[in-house]
């Protein structure tokens, strides 16, 4: 092909795309006729845009921290801040969400982030499943909910309680997980670490440098931006496509959703609940069925007056760890068989939790 | 078309060729193609987004609450878009995925295999477009019937509608001042209402808003109002229904949004006394601007 100016490429790609565009349009809009004014379709199409345009905010601002994180931190400044100590850092990283409050859709860039610059596979993924349940306005709206009812005290609590105690757990179960690189997608790969890490004692509560420190203190520094306008910018790029890289597993997960609330009936799942041990495993289905947002299922579980306590419980606790949508964002970081491994953890731990606390509290009378 | 869809060529030079080589080969819109698709779907969506807002569209679908936060969202993606495009432009400079970009040290971890990454600019920003596409394509109006057919269970709403009216008699006496005869009500108000005081509620001259609603194999000269209470997205919306007697029934689409007005009755239930609305009057009216309660 003959050499073009950018101009004249332009150019000539808008006049080969517009008609073409054109006619895939209009034949997009015959072959769906059929479909408009369908029920089916109306509330697919409602309940996919509604799942996205609640997560897309919480997306974008896990983007940007998530960027920041990137531009203004050195990997030897992240890993500092995490505990050396293995039980300590996975707790930290659990408890970590009430200080940095993201809800489910939001901390999956933050977590891939993290993990680039180093910190431990096992932290990081107690972070990921606390994080949505510990956060403030998820707690605050969990008692809202739950108010003025003999629940009132008990769920907030054991939601806090279980959901930092599975947290915990699957993270020490991944510190027996091999070789942590071959577990995570290329986007959350540690990055190659300039300099050794440093080997002395760990400082749990290290705070962070200033940035504007930082970047004035030696060979460390020197990957990231040094002037305010350049990092402002590496900032705003790298968010860009941290959005564009996660936000395409929400959309696909959020399809996924949307079919399902769509053709699956509520009744057949709920009707499946006659025991203890069937109503927690109704619940977790649910969970993972509707795909909502922790700072609103509360309000679905307190609404299921029909199941025990346990049952709602798993249902608050599972739902912020996993569901479809989340299913699907794990898979912009971690490889399928961490996923699966995260999964199982997560379902087990869960259900022998709710379990135990149905059968205590049928004991003492409050179930 | 299949322009569109062909595989990127990747700028990165296969091994044998010089790499300066097969640079020169490629056309700039090759190069940049993977952020031109990513500019192209991030303005996209913040269009979508301000557009939404603008027009009041976002109520069928969020929580007034969480409005101004999907606008922010809308002009932080606009702007991101413009950053690309304005980068791309002025300076050259790709963050992703080009090589005469330095990256310094965070080379080859850098946002997906390299190689990838121009094809994987394009189909992630087509998948992210496919929901905007899908929406242009089979627009909705609301959750209807058939919703309430999917979402409806044997659940029992007095814990929830209670707590939302804790203090029925100022919400009342307010909607007394608004409407006269028949104040309207939410239906999630009168059911709470009913549930908390039988005796006041029997007989007491209410009105309420929703859509028809039919239980298979009911019964001709009753109907259920409907409306769908949103916490914080329709995806959890729950219907709140709200038993009618009314012997033209029958007339009545299902779906069809009306204003009925009537009096609180009750039957015996297995759980207590049911609350229903016999009717003194049911019109026809347009969807409300908000659907929801």
Known sequence: MARMSVGQRIAFTATILVPALAVVGYFAWFFSAPLRGRPESQVFVIVLLSILFEAFPFVLIGAFAAAAIEVLMTPEQVQRLVPRNRLLSVVMGALLGVLFPVCECGVIPVVRRLIRKGVPLPAAVSYLLAAPIVNPIVIVSTIIAFRGGSESLVVPVLRVTLGVGIAVIVGLLLSWVGHAEDLLQAGARPQPSPTPLPSGEGKGEAVADPPGEAAATGEAAAALPATGWDRAEAILAHAAVEFVDVGRFLVLGSVIAASTQTFVPRQMLLALGANLPASILVMMGLAFVLSLCSEADAFVARSFVQFTTAAKLSFLVLGPMLDIKLLFMYLSAFRRRLILTIVLAVVVLNFGAGLIVGLVLRTIGAG | ?293
């Not at chain 2, 056309?27 to 939404?52: D, K, Q, S, V, Y």
């Not at chain 2, 995925?97 to 990256?103: I, L, M, N």
């Open chain 2, 1 to 293: 078309m299949c322009a569109l869809f062909r595989p990127a060529e990747s700028p990165r030079a296969p091994t044998g060729a010089h790499p300066e080589d097969l640079w020169e080969e490629t056309t700039w819109l090759e190069r940049h193609r993977g952020i031109l698709w990513r500019a192209a779907a991030l303005a996209l969506w913040g269009g979508t987004l301000l557009w939404f807002y603008h027009a009041d569209r976002l109520i069928l679908y969020l929580r007034s609450t969480y409005h101004p936060l999907a606008a922010g969202a809308g002009v932080v993606l606009l702007a991101l878009a413009l950053v690309e495009l304005l980068n791309l432009a002025f300076r050259h400079r790709a963050p992703d995925c080009c090589p005469e970009h330095d990256h310094g040290d965070h080379g080859e971890a850098e946002h997906g295999d390299g190689d990838h990454a121009h094809s994987q600019g394009r189909l992630a920003a087509l998948i992210l477009i496919l929901p905007l596409i899908i929406n242009a394509l089979v627009p909705s109006t609301g959750l209807t019937s058939y919703a309430v057919g999917k979402r409806a269970t044997d659940i029992d709403y007095s814990a929830l509608t209670s707590q939302m009216t804790a203090d029925w008699e100022a919400q009342l006496a307010q909607a007394k001042q608004l409407s006269g005869e028949y104040p309207e009500l939410t239906i999630a108000q009168i059911l709470g209402f009913a549930s908390q005081d039988v005796e006041r509620a029997r007989g007491m001259k209410v009105s309420c808003v929703g859509f028809v609603y039919r239980e298979p194999g009911a019964p001709p000269e009753r109907f259920q109002v409907v409306r769908f209470r949103m916490w914080c997205c329709a995806a959890d919306a729950q219907p709140f229904h709200l038993l009618v007697m009314w012997p033209e029934s029958a007339s009545l689409p299902t779906d069809q949004w009306v204003r009925v007005r009537g009096v609180i009755a009750f039957t015996q239930g297995q759980g207590g006394p049911q609350p229903y609305l016999q009717a003194d009057g049911v019109e026809g009216i347009k969807a409300p601007r908000n659907q929801y309660m």
